[in-house]
């Protein structure tokens, strides 16, 4: 099976697993992923078929959006093993997929990703950030029952995955502050860092209208 036969079965695999997704991580998220690490692919040397791959399945087994990690991972192992991936390809993308999250940076040891693994964490916290990360921001926490702002609730320096995770202490607004406006400074890639600049200041802007207007100052 050639790369693109391999890269079509991926694609409509994840279609089956993510295309219900009600939280901002659905098909069109991966999608945006996607394309995204095929640009950064471009100007860096990672390995197509590992970035695509990881890119697409890369939210499938998110302990945030499944009940039962483990048993969907088994399930994207059988996938790719009927697919024609290799032991070593199947071994790098999981290890992508496991490892990329904003959670896992939190860690006392953050995991070392390949290059490939860098492209495509790129590729994810660039969706997260400017408008359709602004957008994607609330669309969450709207499904969640967050807060949008109260002054009175300062923002976290979040210290793990476990405080990061919990919901009942985050507002909207404070999303921003404990999460989105550090993701520019921790993209991997020239690419990516490049398009993180625009994006930063379109997030900065929106944050001192909404202020402005929460404080009726316009």
């Known amino acids: 099976m050639n790369l693109s ?30 394309n995204m690490t095929k640009k950064i692919l471009k100007s860096e040397p990672g390995n197509s078929l590992i970035a695509i791959s990881a890119a697409y399945l890369h939210d499938v087994a998110d302990d945030k959006l499944v009940r039962d990690p483990a048993t969907q991972n088994v399930k994207t192992i059988d996938f790719l093993k009927d697919s024609d991936f290799s032991d070593n390809e199947i071994s790098e993308i999981m290890y992508i997929t496991k490892n990329l999250s904003f959670s896992s940076s939190l860690k006392p040891n953050p995991p070392v990703l390949s290059i490939s693994g860098k492209i495509v964490q790129d590729a994810d916290r660039l969706d997260a950030i400017g408008a359709i990360g602004t957008l994607r921001a609330i669309y969450y926490g709207g499904k969640h029952s967050q ?45 990516a860092k490049e398009i993180a600049e625009g994006r930063q200041v379109f997030m900065l802007n929106f944050l001192e209208e909404f202020i402005d207007e929460w404080n009726g100052n316009l």
């Open 147 to 191: 807060v949008i702002y109260d002054p009175t609730i300062k923002p976290r320096i979040l210290k793990d995955k476990i405080e990061y995770r919990n919901l009942s202490k985050e507002t909207i607004i404070n999303h921003f502050y404990e999460k989105l406006l550090n993701l520019k400074d921790l993209m991997n890639t020239t690419t």
């Open 5 to 34: 036969d391999k890269i079509a079965k991926v694609h409509h695999f994840s279609l089956e697993q993510m295309g219900s997704d009600k939280t901002g991580h659905g098909f069109d998220h991966i999608l945006r992923v996607v």
